[in-house]
């Protein structure tokens, strides 16, 4: 099985800055993407960022675009997500998912492991 934890969520005025990590253990694959995704109640989860394998691939929700950029770090087996420019609108329970098959996509259903999430809360 593998684990998925999510850190570095917290409260944050607008235009500020944050960065979330997400940190897999467990089962390994030999390659993966990494996605984050957003939820507030009520809604569905909201697709954020992915990134490929060797990072060479990378896809992001128009609403982040040049605000938020995702790396990883596949020596920590990490995923990072850096939050700049934040709005009271990016508030929201952020999830980092794994996809074995490489994939960069936006679905939520196309990702098979997901963390517990992290809050961000950004304040006007």
């Known amino acids: 099985q593998v684990q998925l934890v999510e850190s570095g969520g917290g409260l944050v005025q607008a235009g500020g800055s944050l960065r979330l990590s997400c940190a897999a253990s467990g089962r390994t694959f030999s390659v993966y993407a990494m996605g984050w995704f957003r939820q507030t109640p009520g809604k569905e989860r909201e697709f954020v960022a992915a990134i490929s394998w060797t990072g060479s691939s990378t896809n992001y929700a128009d609403s982040v675009k040049g605000r938020f950029t995702i790396s990883r770090d596949n020596a920590k087996n990490t995923v990072y997500l850096q939050m700049n420019s934040l709005k009271p609108e990016d508030t929201a329970v952020y999830y980092c998912?794994?996809?074995?098959?490489?994939?960069?996509?936006?679905?939520?259903?196309?990702?098979?492991?997901w963390g517990q999430g992290t809050q961000v809360t950004v304040s006007s």
């Open positions: 998912a794994l996809d074995p098959r490489n994939y960069v996509r936006a679905r939520a259903t196309a990702y098979d492991y």
